[in-house]
């Protein structure tokens, strides 16, 4: 039985995190990955800033605070997700971003982490007192939507053609 914990990004967060990192593309089927592609260096910087962002601080204008948190599975990071705070009309009406996003690094996909995942960050999006979430996958990520709609999510309409509405309530 594999142990399985999802922990929030922290600052002492090394080189085995920053490795998973650099196996989720900077942007992949509308999710992104700003840590993708820096140094160890700027990735430090990176965990600075994200964490930051966590507490309100140094958010760029117009954005809204979120967590991220990774994902171990018996002590080694797979992939790592983000959820928001709180909603926002102008990222569901003009962006077409959601309430949470995630990210499982190449080598371990395939595996059901990323249904882990999903379920993990739905439970944290029921602690910040979420009592439904929109979420923006593309039409082409068929394993992400299928996990969506695994769970409890129904497709309530499209974005721009290119992604879907999901809906999940969490009541």
Known sequence: MCKIELKQLSLDMGKAEYDMLQEIPAVENGFTNPAYGLSYDEYKEWLRTTDGHSRGIGLPEGWIPYTTYILYVDGIPVGYGRVRHSSSEYLETV???????????????????????????????????YKEIKLFPMKSNEPTVKIMLNNGGQIIGDFKDQKYIIRIPLE
């Open 95 to 129: 962006v077409g971003a959601g309430n949470l996003g995630y990210g499982i690094a190449k080598g371990y996909r395939g595996k059901g982490y990323g249904s882990i995942l999903f379920k993990e960050l739905l439970k944290k999006c029921k602690e910040i007192g």
